[in-house]
């Protein structure tokens, strides 16, 4: 079936520090999705990305979309304690419109 | 702003008890989805709808049902709970998306079931 992993599970981090979280499918994905939970709290949409290879910042953040449209990051420069939570992505599979969501990277920021 | 609400934040049922789940969108979203969530496992699909009396089965959806009367509601049933069905349900919703895309999904803030 249709897997989307990703890593690290848990990421703990010095404030300032930089945080990366790899998303990798097991099948061609028509685009891919991030969205961000902060404890407690319930998924929220951050971005969207189509064309292989892309590259969308977002202020602090930078998501890319691998040429081969399996695998996607999103990097963080200078963590603040704003930032944490648990980054999940999310994808459709060719032809079939419902999202696979990845295990999610929790991110901790040590103050 | 789109809002999903989800009727209970938390419910504490016995095994062997039918249990309703109620989300109501107010954006005339024709997608409405079921997730759970559990620790390590990241958000399962349960079950998905495109329209209203429209339902598919998602990756996981044993031992679960819904029901889409009307456009804005999306209910999910468990017919007789037990104790691996506590988790957080987490429902969303969104627009049909233009080619090549697919909708953002907009979540409720969750359900979470404990199922004794």
């Known amino acids: 079936g249709q897997q989307v992993m990703q890593i690290p599970q848990y990421q703990h981090v010095q404030e300032g520090e930089d945080f990366t979280t790899y998303c990798n499918s097991s099948?061609?994905?028509?685009?891919i999705q991030w969205y961000k939970q902060r404890p407690g709290g319930h998924p929220v949409f951050l971005i969207q990305?189509?064309?292989?290879?892309e590259v969308k910042k977002q202020k602090r953040l930078t998501f890319q979309f691998g040429e081969a449209k399996k695998n996607s990051s999103l990097h963080i420069t200078a963590t603040q304690t704003t930032d944490v939570g648990t980054y999940f992505c999310?994808?459709?599979?060719?032809?079939?419109?419902?999202?696979?969501f990845g295990t999610g990277t929790r991110l901790t920021i040590i103050p | 702003d789109v809002k999903v609400t989800q009727s209970s934040r938390y419910l504490v049922k016995r095994t062997g008890e039918k249990v309703f789940l109620e989300c109501v969108q107010d954006?005339?979203?024709?997608?409405m989805f079921w997730y759970r969530q559990d620790p390590g496992l990241g958000l399962r699909l349960i079950y998905f709808?495109?329209?209203?009396?429209?339902?598919e089965k998602g990756d996981i959806p044993e031992g679960y049902s819904v029901s889409r009367e009307k456009k804005e509601r999306f209910s999910l049933i468990l017919e007789s709970a037990s104790t691996n069905q506590t988790s957080m349900y987490l429902c969303?919703?969104?627009?049909?998306?233009?080619?090549?895309?697919?909708?953002?999904?907009?979540f409720g803030e969750g359900s979470r079931l404990t199922v004794l």
């Open positions: 969303a919703s969104s627009l049909p998306p233009p080619a090549a895309n697919t909708g953002e999904l907009f």
């Open positions: 099948t061609t994905l028509s685009n």
């Open positions: 990305l189509v064309k292989s290879g």
């Open positions: 999310a994808g459709p599979h060719f032809g079939n419109e419902k999202l696979t």
């Open positions: 954006m005339d979203h024709e997608n």
């Open positions: 709808s495109y329209d209203v009396k429209m339902k």
